[in-house]
T-cell receptor, first 112, second 113 residues
């Protein structure tokens, strides 16, 4: 049973566009929701994270929107650039030293 | 941010040999580290939770005798792939938590020939 569902699987946008990646979770005990960016051959890098007590968090061009009642959260990338082309993973976990549960990833391509 | 260093980044070994991968938290202590495996174009699959000073906890389907984990100090966990076979070829990634934030190593590309 997949605990974090991520969509779409792949996404192509033009430079300057706003790709949106969506995730949904099932476990109501999750209380920390990070997004990771991964380039080929590299480990995932923490991009931005949110807790369920806020509905939105913005860091630079990256914004997380969180809907606790719907158990959904999404990543928006403003003014996307070709350098943003990577695979993005949403994740969720319970606070403390528990492992992350990852979505299946979204491969984003930003074309000039 | 916190740094997790993983070594080596790439390794090629012969079938039947063992390979050790190191994961270090450079600027923080981690009582728990996690080991993941990632297949091409797939998500990260949790293999095991490494606990400092005690036995690792393995996920269902992961052979503990094949993937030996040692967490001897608060900054170092090692994963040893024993008697490696070509099907063990994969990208292995470790992570450690600094507070609630999880940081990942650079990953190790293992190729068994």
């Amino acid at each position: 049973q997949q605990q974090v569902k991520q969509s779409p699987q792949s996404l192509i946008v033009q430079k300057g566009g706003i790709p949106i990646i969506n995730c949904a979770y099932e476990n109501t005990a999750f209380d920390y929701f990070p997004w990771y960016q991964q380039f080929p051959g590299k480990g995932p890098a923490l991009l931005i994270a949110i807790r369920p007590d806020v509905s939105e968090k913005k860091e630079g061009r990256f914004t997380i929107s969180f809907n606790k009642s719907a158990k959904q959260f999404s990543l928006h990338i403003m003014d996307s650039q070709p350098g943003d082309s990577a695979t993005y993973f949403c994740a969720a976990t319970e606070s403390g030293n528990t492992p992350l549960v990852f979505g299946k990833g979204t491969r984003l391509s930003v074309i000039a | 941010g916190a740094v997790v260093s993983q070594h080596p980044s790439r390794v090629i070994c012969k079938s039947g040999t063992s390979v050790k991968i190191e994961c270090r938290s450079l600027d923080f202590q981690a009582t728990t580290m996690f080991w993941y495996r990632q297949f091409p174009k797939k998500s990260l699959m949790l293999m095991a939770t490494s606990n400092e000073g005690s036995k690792a906890t393995y996920e269902q389907g992961v052979e503990k005798d094949k993937f030996l984990i040692n967490h001897a100090s608060l900054t170092l966990s090692t994963l040893t792939v024993t008697s490696a076979h070509p099907e063990d070829s994969s990208f292995y990634i470790c992570s450690a938590n600094s507070g609630v934030l999880a940081f990942f190593g650079q990953g190790t590309r293992l190729t068994v020939v």
